[in-house]
């Protein structure tokens, strides 16, 4: 009865690979985001859907970008990746009811090292 | 200036200590204030959220000085479980804003 998951939990690949990151929520909320925690332990906010429509997009290089194909998921894909890259990557959910409601439920995340 | 600065740490606690933890945001403008924590390795979770009148939940008292920007967690009688990072959060323009977090170790 997993809330949010993300698969692959662990992704080790090459500089200048592509690859896509999967994240799915069973809860019924309506928006979703995706994190990126780095190596000094700051999460940014990258990207946030709400019923599959992009409403956040912080200054990400293109070379990232989000996909949902329904309300339930938001998966990431990732071009040409940067040895900058490697980081923790968070899916999120939430049910925004008003402008003031902003509990979010993170999945497990996805441990990415560029080589 | 970062939007929420929160000292790193880590405090090193004996059991049964009190601890607080403090953090300031620099958008007056923010409208929601959380506490999340984080376990080493694992995602963050929402610890409780934190309103003006100041509010309490078992151990952990959170309190949020709007005119100072200011946002401290109380936590009372650590438990070893307690330790983990604590990370101060805002909302601003419908985005969650996360401080660098707060590492607890709670020791026997």
């Known amino acids: 009865d997993t809330a949010v998951s993300q698969t692959p939990k662990y992704l080790v690949t090459q500089m200048g690979n592509d690859k896509s990151i999967k994240c799915e929520q069973n809860l019924g909320h309506d928006t979703m985001y995706w994190y990126k925690q780095d190596s000094k332990k700051f999460l940014k906010i990258m990207f946030s859907?709400?019923?599959?429509?992009?409403?956040i997009n912080e200054t990400v290089p293109n070379r990232f970008s989000p996909k949902s194909p329904d309300k339930a998921h938001l998966n990431l894909h990732i071009n040409s990746l940067e040895l900058g890259d490697s980081a923790v990557y968070f899916c999120a959910s939430s049910r925004v009811d008003s402008p003031f409601s902003y509990e979010q439920y993170f999945g497990p995340g996805t441990r990415l090292t560029v080589t | 200036r970062k939007e929420v600065e929160q000292d790193p740490g880590p405090f090193n606690v004996p059991e049964g200590a009190t601890v607080a933890f403090n953090c300031t945001y620099s958008n007056s403008a923010s409208q929601s204030f959380f506490w999340y924590r984080q376990d080493c390795r694992k995602e963050p979770k929402l610890l409780m959220s934190?309103?003006?009148s100041g509010n309490e939940d078992g151990r952990f008292t959170a309190q949020l000085n709007r005119a100072s920007q200011y946002i401290s967690l109380l936590i009372r009688d650590s438990k070893l479980s307690d330790s983990a990072t604590y990370l101060c959060v805002v909302t601003q323009g419908g985005k969650l804003i996360f401080g660098q977090g707060t590492e607890l170790s709670v020791k026997p």
């Open positions: 934190v309103y003006s």
């Open positions: 859907y709400n019923n599959k429509e992009l409403i």
